[in-house]
């Protein structure tokens, strides 16, 4: 079955601190790995994906295919980081729906 | 391009009515997504569709929930006989299609059943 898993539904962090949100999947195929984010009062929007590789904000994620994990990391938090943040495994070029984690909470404390 | 739009943006109902939610896709984009975010839970998928098509809706509960896009007009959710336990966010996202499957999210509905 596929599936994600965000063990934290609530991460504290202190502003210049370092952030690692967790993500594990189980996913038949090779899925593409997306992390979402949605702040306060706004609307959901993709925040990076595996395969461009890019930097986005200062947030990097690293696919993991023996751990089959893809965790999103940011060397020095910022306050403006504190928002809900979704791990989502998808296939692209295919019908295929988005499989949402539960999500985490990232707290930046002051 | 104006994004996707959803309406309305709140949306109250009394128990045993009916509540529908309206999504119009991003200009271009022929492939909505339909999510429900229950209070302190995720997004879950409930359908998609593409114009005129119901492609997936194994996400739906099984009575009460329909799903429809048109060849004209915003895509519909409909849920007949509202009970309180189908109060929660409702979300709607669009796609371009295959070739690039990043989707598009609205702002969202939020249904309150009293």
């Known amino acids: 079955a596929q599936r994600v898993t965000q063990p934290e539904k609530l991460l504290s962090v202190f502003k210049g601190a370092p952030v690692e949100l967790k993500c594990n999947y189980s996913?038949?195929?090779?899925?593409?790995l997306f992390w979402y984010v949605q702040y306060s009062r706004q609307r959901l929007q993709l925040l990076l994906r595996?395969?461009s590789r890019e930097s986005i904000k200062g947030f990097t994620a690293d696919l993991n295919k023996g751990e089959t994990s893809f965790h999103l990391k940011k060397p020095f938090a910022q306050e403006e980081d504190s928002a809900m943040y979704y791990c989502a495994p998808y296939r692209l070029n295919r019908d295929d729906k988005i499989i949402f984690g539960k999500g985490t909470r990232l707290h930046i404390l002051p | 391009n104006a994004g996707v739009m959803q309406n309305p943006r709140h949306l109250v109902r009394r128990r045993g009515q009916e509540a529908r939610l309206r999504c119009s896709p991003m200009k271009g984009h022929s492939h909505v997504y339909w999510y429900r975010q229950l209070p302190e839970e995720g997004l879950k998928f409930m359908v998609y569709?593409?114009?005129?098509?119901?492609?997936?809706e194994s996400g739906m509960p099984k009575e009460r929930f329909s799903a429809e896009f048109p060849k004209e007009g915003p895509s519909i959710l409909r849920i007949q006989q509202v009970v309180r336990g189908d109060s929660a966010a409702y979300f709607c996202?669009?796609?371009?299609?295959?070739?690039?499957?990043?989707?598009?999210f609205g702002p969202g509905t939020r249904l309150t059943v009293l």
């Open positions: 996913y038949s195929g090779s899925p593409e």
């Open positions: 569709l593409q114009k005129e098509n119901i492609i997936d």
């Open positions: 996202a669009s796609s371009p299609g295959l070739r690039d499957n990043e989707q598009f």
């Open positions: 595996h395969i």
